[in-house]
């Protein structure tokens, strides 16, 4: 019997890695009926299908991806992959980036770890993946815009966590910025639901450019009015966070 029967969608979600070692040991490439898709778990046939457009697609089903954000670039191939991928690809080149990782991404790492090194334990993920990644991207994209594609609550808590933030710019940001895409705020959700032709962040951008355009003007609208008056950043929050499970 495979082992791919007996794996459950709870299991994956909870801790996958004794799954992934088992697989890799047992049945490498081996189909999940839990979640209907295959699974390849050894690096040699990672990059053999990696490798093979001709052979492999990323247009699978079912996809949570094409679900919740409608066609996109991870989850399409052929023209449609092409033309997105021509977009953004020109500002991830290396001109592009410039020293962007080494004078944005790196003070935050470090500043991360700082906050851990001497318990010689955390969570990788609580305390360091999840808050790289969204301080990051805030300062890359704008907390509002990083809002729109992301959920709101955890970040929210993550810069109510971090301080550093004026309360009055962060209510705007997640409440009007992170409405700008439908599956942004439950009202759009909920009209998508009704209207399933939404579901697509291509059709959002190309007729509701105009809601981005007013964002920014927004933002500068209350910047003249009400100014900047950020609050104290707590900058021992990591520092004072309790022991947890050793990294994995």
């Not at 334990?121 to 509002?144: M, Q």
Request: hydrophobic residues 45%; aromatic residues 12%.
């Amino acid at each position: 019997m495979s082992v791919g029967t007996e794996i459950s969608v709870e299991q994956l979600e909870s801790d996958p890695y004794p799954i992934y070692r088992q697989l890799r040991e047992e049945e490498p490439v081996c189909f999940v009926d839990s979640v209907g898709l295959w699974l390849v778990t050894r690096w040699d046939d990672v990059q053999h299908v990696d490798k093979s457009p001709e052979l492999y697609t990323g247009e699978t089903e079912p996809s949570t991806l094409r679900r919740t954000f409608g066609p996109n670039l991870l989850a399409s191939e052929g023209a449609y992959h092409s033309r997105i991928r021509k977009i953004i690809y020109p500002w991830f080149r290396v001109g592009a980036i410039g020293d962007y990782p080494d004078n944005v991404i790196a003070p935050i790492a470090n500043e991360l770890v700082d906050g851990f090194v001497d318990r010689g334990a955390c969570d990788l993920v609580s305390e360091f993946a999840e808050p790289l990644s969204a301080r990051v991207l805030k300062r890359a994209l704008g907390l509002g815009f990083v809002s729109a594609v992301f959920d709101n609550i955890p970040l929210t808590a993550l810069a109510l966590h971090q301080g550093g933030y004026d309360w009055g710019f962060l209510a705007f940001a997640v409440g009007f910025g992170g409405s700008m895409i439908w599956f942004g705020s439950s009202a759009g959700v909920a009209l998508s639901n009704g209207f399933p032709e939404a579901k697509s962040v291509g059709l959002w951008l190309r007729h509701g450019w105009h809601v981005a355009v007013a964002y920014l003007a927004g933002f500068l609208v209350l910047l003249a009015v009400h100014g900047w008056a950020p609050h104290e950043q707590h900058s021992s929050v990591l520092r004072t966070a309790p022991p947890t499970e050793p990294a994995r």
